[in-house]
């Protein structure tokens, strides 16, 4: 299956993830602000970002930035993941750079439907 990264500040909601995807097979390494998610992506390479978009020290859409910025991080498949789900946030996570968008509390399922097919491309 995919090495995932997680990038959540939310303890609960690190925990919860992070264990059915393991359930469902993926490696899971997590970071708990923008920064990090940058430092471990690069030193880590994984198959997917699941990319919360408000973070501490960095926020998910300038952290999405950098790893797009970066020749070494520029390709990895990015899907933000957000609570926020007003007019507009699906466009602005696209335009910093994510690949997909889903909103928190997350569908499972769905989920990694939208992991499959970043997968797959």
């Known amino acids: 299956m995919a090495r995932i990264l997680l990038v959540e500040d939310n ?7 992070s264990r059915r ?5 993926h490696e899971v390494t997590i970071a708990i602000d923008g ?3 940058i430092d471990m992506a690069r030193a880590q390479q994984p198959d ?11 926020d998910g859409w300038e952290a999405t930035r950098q ?8 390709g990895l498949r990015i899907i933000a993941l957000t609570s926020h ?4 946030d699906r466009e602005r ?16 399922p769905r989920l990694l439907g939208k992991i ?6």
Do not use: F, H, W
């Open 11 to 17: 303890e609960m909601n690190r925990d919860m993830l």
């Open 93 to 108: 996570a696209i335009q910093a750079g994510c690949d997909d968008y889903d909103t928190k509390p997350l569908d499972l």
């Open 116 to 121: 499959a097919t970043q997968l797959a491309r």
């Open 48 to 58: 997917i970002v699941l990319m919360d978009l408000s973070l501490p020290v960095i």
């Open 85 to 88: 789900a007003m007019s507009g």
């Open 67 to 74: 790893l797009r910025a970066s020749p070494d991080t520029a």
């Open 35 to 37: 920064q990090q998610a």
């Open 21 to 25: 995807l393991l359930r469902n097979g």
